[in-house]
């Protein structure tokens, strides 16, 4: 039976994580890794598919994957796991802030300097971003406008119309992390 709902809201998760993924590249960023979401997750996905299309558009190897469910401890875990396969990695593209400052912890922890040797962008521009040491360089969702479009399909639904589904986009938040 299929699951996809008749109308959804969502944030562009697959293009901003391209646009990221570009952003490191236009850097001089080569050898870039990516710690997925939980892939059984729509975004988790997204946000994999939107990194492997901008390797693939630069002619770059996209095969430095780890695999994570948006926890802090996974983030850790991922990028030791990509450090010990690819110790000449140059950057990482991170499917959540949260993962993030997991990675930028493991990083720290094997006297790596960010953005210096390795670059990092999160995903999600939670509050903790902005505290990271460095700062996350990040995916910012239109969190308020996702709740506003969601009320409008509820709405359109109680009156009996056909609500619109919508992509809403993002915008990459350039910090000290990439």
């Given at each position: ?114 953005p210096e040797d390795v670059a990092v962008v999160g995903f ?12 996350l360089t990040t995916v910012r969702q239109p969190n308020e ?21 919508r992509i809403l986009p993002t915008e990459l938040i350039i910090?000290?992390?990439?």
């Amino acid at each position: 039976m299929d699951q996809t709902p008749p109308f959804y809201v969502d944030a562009d998760n697959r293009g901003e994580a391209r646009q990221a993924v570009e952003y490191l590249i236009s850097t001089g960023r080569h050898r870039i890794a990516t710690i997925t979401g939980a892939l059984d997750m729509h975004v988790g996905v997204s946000r994999y598919l939107g990194y492997r299309e901008a390797m693939a558009l630069a002619g770059l190897a996209d095969n430095r994957v780890a695999h994570g469910d948006f926890s802090e401890a996974s983030g850790v875990s991922a990028m030791g796991s990509l450090l010990d396969s690819y110790p000449d990695l140059d950057a990482v593209f991170v499917a959540s802030d949260a993962m993030a400052a997991g990675a930028l912890t493991e990083l720290r922890s094997r006297g790596l300097a960010v953005p210096e040797d390795v670059a990092v962008v999160g995903f999600n521009d939670i509050v903790t971003a902005q505290h990271t040491q460095p700062a996350l360089t990040t995916v910012r969702q239109p969190n308020e406008a996702l709740g506003r479009e969601m009320t409008r399909m509820l709405v359109r639904l109680i009156n009996g119309d056909e609500p619109t589904s919508r992509i809403l986009p993002t915008e990459l938040i350039i910090r000290d992390s990439a």
